[in-house]
């Protein structure tokens, strides 16, 4: 089933208010007295949401068992992340595992992530069709209307407390100087607004506990694992990534194969990211044994290809691989010995490949590295882009779809069948 954007929307604001009298419940239980959980001042437990949107697209097609295992892995890898988002951001931890069996670093454990998988489950066969039918009893106009003005609302609220929270309410500073008038009733409001913020986040996690930020030496380009550093990450990952993709043909099928992701370069941006968001995630796990980050890196990266497979067949309408003719694959989208794969090569990139690689992004001169950093970010913008632009051309090309504006035109003289065909070899048409 293809869900259009709004459906999707009023799924997310659903789940997430579902969630909030969830986690608010629970809370009350626990604490004898109501709280109001979540990152936002809103009713909104926005993680629930996500993961419901998330699971929503991914697993639709899969049976009850894989549904439910795809389901707590991808409710989990979300936690996980907002966990350590809130921490990077903001030096706290607002929730924490630790006093549960088979927890991981406080963050996740195994008895949250199997209730992930039943609520998966419960949302996808049974809450996603009641909670649409309602949608679509609403006239257009006015559901689109409602979403439009919820999110609004919830844009401002999440940049208010991520601001607040941050605190880089100071900046308002410069603002209030103009205006005397203004510096009197900002600065009411403003003291209401962080005490209101402050207060019920730490009375929503009273486990919340402090973290100390790491001083930076600002002669370091990148230091530690910084903006920077993951996106170099990012084009070094995605360059090895398709060189290594290249090569394993060239030995297993006896070809020379493109493997790259976009029209200009050889780059693969399922590895570019897969790099980037490992680093990002395991930084602080290095030290950990190998058996511990294959483990992590084979279910992490099957659910991240898995996701990358229904994501490009969803947006470009075309199926970049398939595994059916290998065995112990799920919808030939992963297989159990690629997922393997994706293990060794966690552990290979954090205990090997990635000190060195690390070490020489951290000796580029401040200054020419942040240059080079937002050149190179431009320079895949625009590739991608103009990939983008390209498979749609490519799609619509098989279709009969005729020439009727100037970009078509372009794509079918510079980026035409046979061109398509050696970029990208492996490709097929989907429904």
């Not at 208010?17 to 990152?39: P, Y």
């Not at 892995?73 to 907002?82: D, K, L, V």
């Not at 006015?142 to 607040?164: H, R």
Request: charged share 20%; net charge positive; with cysteine.
């Amino acid at each position: 089933m293809i869900y259009q954007g709004w459906e999707l929307l009023w799924l997310f604001f659903i789940y997430s208010v579902l969630g909030w009298v969830l986690e608010t419940a629970a809370a009350a239980v626990k604490q004898k007295r109501f709280v109001n959980r979540g990152v936002v001042n809103s009713p909104l437990c926005v993680v629930y949401g996500a993961a419901a949107v998330l699971i929503t697209v991914l697993c639709q097609e899969l049976t009850i068992f894989w549904l439910f295992l795809g389901s707590a892995i991808y409710a989990t890898t979300i936690e996980w992340i907002a966990g350590h988002f809130v921490e990077k951001l903001y030096h706290e931890r607002w929730w924490d595992y630790s006093g549960l069996k088979w927890n991981f670093d406080g963050y996740v454990c195994i008895p949250m992530s199997l209730l992930w998988g039943a609520l998966g489950v419960a949302g996808l066969k049974w809450g996603n069709p009641l909670f649409l039918t309602v949608y679509r009893w609403m006239p257009g106009l006015l559901g689109k209307i409602l979403l439009c003005v919820l999110t609004g609302i919830v844009a401002v609220d999440i940049a208010a407390t991520v601001i607040i929270r941050s605190g880089r309410s100071s900046r308002i500073e410069k603002w209030r100087a103009a205006d005397a008038y203004f510096d009197r009733i900002s600065d009411r409001w403003g003291r209401w607004i962080v005490a209101r913020v402050d207060e019920r986040i730490n009375r929503a996690y009273p486990y919340l506990e402090k973290k100390e930020e790491a001083a930076r030496d600002k002669t370091v380009f990148a230091q530690g694992c910084d903006f920077y550093k993951i996106v170099l990450l990012f084009f070094v990952g995605a360059f090895l990534g398709d060189i290594t993709e290249t090569i394993f043909c060239r030995i297993t099928a006896g070809v020379w194969m493109s493997r790259s992701s976009v029209v200009w370069g050889p780059f693969s941006i399922v590895w570019g990211l897969a790099i980037a968001a490992v680093t990002a995630m395991l930084y602080r796990y290095k030290d950990r044994s190998d058996g511990f980050l294959f483990f992590i890196g084979t279910f992490l990266g099957g659910a991240y290809e898995y996701l990358c497979s229904v994501f490009t067949e969803i947006v470009f309408g075309t199926v970049f691989w398939d595994y059916s003719e290998i065995p112990f694959n799920l919808g030939g989208r992963i297989n159990l010995l690629y997922c393997f794969f994706w293990g060794i090569a966690a552990v290979v990139w954090i205990k090997k490949i990635y000190p060195y690689i690390s070490g020489w992004i951290e000796k580029i001169p401040v200054k020419p590295g942040k240059v080079i950093t937002w050149l190179l970010i431009l320079f895949m913008i625009c590739n991608m882009i103009m990939s983008g632009m390209a498979l749609l051309r490519y799609n619509q090309r098989h279709e009969g779809v005729p020439v009727s504006s100037g970009w078509q035109k372009t794509m079918d003289v510079q980026f035409d069948d046979a061109r398509m065909e050696r970029i990208y070899p492996n490709a097929k048409m989907s429904d």
